[in-house]
């Protein structure tokens, strides 16, 4: 079965340093893996995703994050915070013939002035 | 650019009562998903939808809930008779396959409280 682990509930930044959201799945097959992110009051917009294409994963507003086998990792990271990213940000893999979406927990980031 | 929408964006009902969620996914996709998430809980899958009928479910969408594509348009989730456990933020989604890369483009959510 498939699974995905967020490993902070709450992360919280500075303006202008780097984000790290981390992401660790379990699957018995080549996952599909997908970074999500809602904003208050707002649809759950895709940041970016990982389908067995190049590992490291370029999205929108500056997210990438990295496929790592090795390690069952696809960890969301950013290099310089801005405060318009403060959000929940959620961890995704796709079941195993497609369809279904599973949810990790979800992370909210926080980012202080 | 292209979005779904759902509608009401709250509903507020008393336990046993029938409630509509209302989606309007977008116009040229053909896979139609429900999900909810249960106030700090995970966002959990309920149904998919293709072709008119149900693709997948999971063991939450049982004979209360039901799923209807009305019209071309809309796409809709049904709760027969609501529970106090039903209150959640109810998600719907749409993609144009259902391959494992697809993306799934959702709405903003309708959130429902059951009194």
């Known amino acids: 079965a498939q699974s995905v682990t967020q490993l902070d509930s709450h992360v919280s930044v500075s303006e202008g340093t780097p984000v790290l959201l981390r992401c660790n799945y379990s699957s018995s097959y080549s996952p599909s893996l997908f970074w999500y992110v809602q904003h208050p009051n707002k649809g759950l917009q895709l940041l970016l995703k990982?389908?067995?294409?190049?590992?490291l994963v370029k999205g929108i507003n500056g997210f990438e994050a990295e496929f790592k086998k090795s390690e069952t990792s696809f960890h969301l990271t950013k290099p310089s915070a801005h405060m318009s990213d403060a959000a929940e940000y959620f961890c995704?893999?796709?079941?195993?013939?497609?369809?279904?979406?599973?949810f990790g927990q979800g992370t909210e980031l926080s980012v202080k002035p | 650019e292209p979005e779904v929408t759902q509608t009401p964006s709250h509903q507020v009902t008393q336990m046993g009562q029938e409630v509509i969620l209302r989606c309007v996914p977008i116009s040229n996709h053909l896979y139609f998903y429900w999900y909810r998430q249960i106030l700090g809980q995970k966002v959990e899958f309920l149904v998919s939808?293709?072709?008119?009928?149900?693709?997948?479910k999971s063991e939450i969408f049982d004979d209360q809930f039901s799923v209807e594509r009305p019209d071309g348009s809309n796409f809709t989730l049904k709760i027969r008779s609501t529970k106090l456990e039903d209150s959640a933020m109810y998600f719907c989604?749409?993609?144009?396959?259902?391959?494992?890369?697809?993306?799934?483009?959702f709405g903003p959510g309708t959130r429902l409280l059951v009194l």
């Open positions: 990982y389908t067995s294409a190049a590992t």
């Open positions: 989604a749409s993609s144009g396959n259902r391959d494992s890369g697809e993306t799934q483009y």
């Open positions: 939808f293709y072709n008119n009928e149900i693709s997948e």
């Open positions: 995704v893999v796709s079941g195993w013939q497609g369809g279904k979406l599973i």
